[in-house]
């Protein structure tokens, strides 16, 4: 099946600065790309949309200054927490759309924890 | 929206059955989605329901009524390693999943 690598997949980052989360899309091609953030025992919660050559779509809620996302080619996606504080402390997850099928792909999770 | 319904825990034997429902109020549909999870690991696919009817994968089997929003997963011949945690997702029109809490399985020996 379809592989979407998430890097880096642990993160400790000191409160303040800010930190890039990459997904890549390894054997196809993602026009649209999803990012989720999970707290703990709770269940997956849609930050925004990344579409390939335009601006993401952000969910309500989500704050599209703190977290920017980039959808630079059909290939890769960022997600860039910055200015991070405690709270954001979180498993982000990215998945991708393959266009040849209906399922979404998700990436393993990147787990950031701010200090 | 998407509002989504399922148990929060479950507990059953190795071997035996186990139905985790999902009920499911949209604004648009364009799919269910099953996805088991483990604890610190991103989910993995089980199952697509879009149709009404019961697709059967190995172990594991999806139904759903549209009808009736709902959905279930059967898992089978259950086994220790499938104690994790069972997420419902319904895809809307923009291809955007929306998921449910998720539910617990605990299989004891």
């Known amino acids: 099946g379809a592989v979407v690598s998430q890097h880096p997949s642990r993160v400790i980052c000191k409160s303040g600065t800010s930190v890039k989360i990459e997904c890549r899309s390894l054997?196809?091609?993602?026009?649209?790309m999803f990012w989720y953030r999970q707290f703990p025992k709770q269940s997956l919660m849609l930050m925004a949309t990344?579409?390939?050559?335009?601006?993401?779509?952000?969910e309500q809620g989500v704050e599209k200054d703190k977290f920017l996302i980039n959808h630079a080619s059909l290939t890769l996606s960022t997600l860039t927490v910055t200015s991070a504080h405690p709270e954001d402390s979180s498993f982000y997850i990215c998945?991708?759309?393959?266009?040849?099928?209906?399922?979404?792909?998700f990436g393993p999770g990147t787990r950031l924890t701010v200090t | 929206g998407q509002n989504i319904d399922q148990p929060t825990e479950m507990t059953a034997t190795e071997g035996a059955i186990v139905q985790i429902n999902c009920t499911y109020q949209?604004?648009?549909?364009?799919?269910l989605f099953w996805y088991q999870q483990h604890a610190g690991e991103a989910p993995t696919f089980l199952s697509y329901?879009?149709?009404?009817g019961l697709e059967e994968k190995g172990r594991f089997s999806s139904f759903l009524s549209r009808s009736k929003g709902y959905s279930y997963l059967l898992l089978k011949e259950l086994q220790m390693k499938d104690s994790a945690s069972y997420l419902c997702?319904?895809?809307?029109?923009?291809?955007?999943?929306?998921f449910g809490a998720g539910t617990t399985v605990t299989v004891r020996a």
């Open positions: 949209t604004s648009g549909f364009n799919g």
């Open positions: 054997d196809f091609q993602a026009t649209t």
């Open positions: 329901n879009v149709l009404d």
């Open positions: 998945s991708a759309r393959d266009l040849a099928a209906y399922e979404q792909y």
């Open positions: 990344s579409n390939e050559g335009s601006k993401a779509t952000y």
């Open positions: 997702a319904v895809r809307d029109g923009d291809y955007k999943l929306s």
